[in-house]
């Protein structure tokens, strides 16, 4: 059994609710990437406008999502322990379908390259085995 998984989010991630899109951490490969899930709760306040009536999570929420999933795996990183982990960029995201209250996202994400400060990772969001989003995000370290 992977020990990351008994490390709550909080344990690596500066973000704290309501800006926390972890529930859960499945695994972490320090440098090279990591798993996570986040469910989506039904009384979520952004969700409340993000439409009346059929409320979906915001892409740019899944996107965090996953930016939050690679830090897992950078900030893991002993010598980048206690640091932020700022999002630079985000390239080629696609969205295939909506996210809904109640849905669990699952992020992968698989880091690229790092140097010095600065990286790149990819990865995909599924909600039950279904591809949701997927992207490359681009991330710079907190010197």
């Known amino acids: 059994m992977d020990p990351s998984m008994h490390l709550a989010p909080e344990e690596i991630l500066p973000h704290r609710p309501p800006f926390l899109f972890i529930s859960r951490i499945i695994s972490i490969e320090p440098e090279k990437g990591a798993v996570a899930e986040y469910d989506v709760p039904h009384d979520l306040s952004i969700l409340r406008g ?20 690679g ?15 700022y999002l630079a960029g ?3 995201a696609r969205f295939r379908r909506p996210v809904s209250p109640g ?7 698989t880091m690229d390259s790092m140097r010095l400060n600065v990286g ?24």
């Not at 849905?103 to 994400?109: G, H, N, S, V, Y």
Request: glycine share 8%; charged share 25%.
């Open 50 to 69: 993000h439409f009346p009536g059929y409320p979906i999570l915001p892409g740019v929420i899944v996107l965090e999502m996953l930016a939050q999933t």
């Open 71 to 85: 830090a897992l795996a950078i900030l893991s990183r002993e010598e980048f322990k206690g640091k932020l982990a």
């Open 90 to 92: 985000v390239d080629s």
């Open 103 to 109: 849905d669990t996202l699952r992020a992968e994400m």
């Open 120 to 143: 790149r990772a990819r990865g995909r969001v599924t909600v039950d085995g279904e591809e949701v989003a997927r992207a490359t995000i681009l991330f710079a370290i907190q010197k």
